[in-house]
């Protein structure tokens, strides 16, 4: 990607002039961007934070078919959900892969009728679901499933076997079912992808992250720089805002006053228990609570596990964080299938939440909220001469074909007819990946090879990275030097991204170029090491550094229930730390 200041001197020069505009850098912004870089229309996409820094950043980390949509009767949503979930799976194979997922039920028959009234949308609240009804919505979500099938059916799962593999079982469990969904290593890596593959792919569009709208002067909007505090102003031809749980107050500084989302909060645990991590192995558990609500938990690496979601009406995104009551919810919801589990504060160590940009709603159960997504229109008028198209909704999985939809709308509008699909375009490390044995002990060789490092340590750079970890290997030149505080991490990668992924703040690398924070090994040790290589190969003074590393406290803190002592951090001898 280029450099942050080639693009700002070009946005200064006039080049966002008579493009479209985007606003939002989560995941349905960035698709937008591409689809549009892919059909040749030039287009300026500002974020106020950093790429998937908001929403997109905080899912349940799952690529998934919307089996639960299947209740409140979203059969085309689900569809989708599930066509573009196997796409993915081809597209991204890198961040993208299979989980079983076990669904452990209470009852054979319950729930029949209300579930029949939900599927014909005359009941809108969910409720309690026996077997009979999980198993009619699996054989609806195995026909979906038929494109581009790459996994097995659904089955049931003999109780036997259930509670060998899983003795923590409730008792009270009638039946356990296992169907196949997708789950993504890192959500904000693949949107940095998404977002470089476009500005790859037609050069005159731009993604600038740390920039804000902030209102409308004449015919042009007006953009303040978040890291340099400059303000500029481009002319756009078009706007469409993406900013998720924020459009509204981006709609205001457009002079739009409607209030369009309303959105709900879910928040995540990631909890250390190797226990747990054994037994659930490469399994998800998929699971109905006594509120009717639908809650997971699976095996992240090294004895890790993640837990949620909560579900709660929010009025505002900014701030949102993980609550001690949502912690109890999801500790007592555990408990209800896995009682035993005994999970305690002093287990977490991540916590992340996020605001679902949904249609606002007055009331009703937050589940019966709709998934899907919606565009509004808002033509000209006398204090704004271009048009705003507005999104409402949207998911991660079904990002692409949002995006395609936006694009179609954007490109009638502009008199520009469709060239391509992006429906089967792999993205960023993803490309070229070799998706069998031999192939892939090839890729394993060579990246080993180049970087000097063990086979199995080459192994970590490609599920991290795909085929990016090949150019990461030559930065490693054959002399890898290792991060004694971040095991797994090297001194030259991390340089790597600071200089090639559009790092601008420490909070950037240690959340979402990496996956530091969500390991728990944001410690002392291991953020001054990151701090020192950022500082050095960015250029930044000692004082930058400073400002970075309580920034990044006060994020970690607010946002990420991670408190760590970085006021004790050296804050100097930022020399020579990482260079190659």
Known sequence: MRQRDELMAALRAGAGDGKILIVGGGINGVGLL????????????????????????????????????????EFSLVRESVEERNQLLLNAAHQVRPIPVWIPVFSWTGGALAAGLRFLKLKRDPGAKGALVVRFGLWIFDRFGDHLRSMPRHRAIAMPEARRRFPLLAPRVAAVLEYYDARISSPERLTMEVAADAEADCPGSMALTHMEVTGVEGDRVLLSDRIGGATLALRPRLVVNCAGAWIDGVDNCLGIPERLVGGTRGSHLVLDRPDLAAQLDDSMIYFETSDFRACLIYRLDGGKVILGTTDLRCDTADGARCTDEEIDYLFKVLEEVLPGAAPLRSDIIFTFCGVRPLPRTVSGATGAISRDHSLRAFEPDATRPFPVLTLVGGKWTTYRACAAQIADAVLSRIGVARRCTTLQMQIGGGRGLPRDTEGRGRVLRDISRRSGLPVAEAEVLLARYGMTALVIADALAGAPRPIPALPGYWEQEIAWLCRNERVERLDDLVLRRTLVAFEGLATEAGIAALGRIAAQTLGWSEARLSEELDHLAEVLDSRHRTRICLKELPRHDIRATASG
């Open 34 to 73: 591409r689809d549009l870089a892919a059909q040749g229309v030039e287009a300026i996409l500002v974020e106020r934070q950093d790429f998937a820094a908001g929403t997109s950043s905080a899912p349940s980390r799952l690529i998934h078919g919307g089996l639960r949509y299947l209740e409140t009767g």
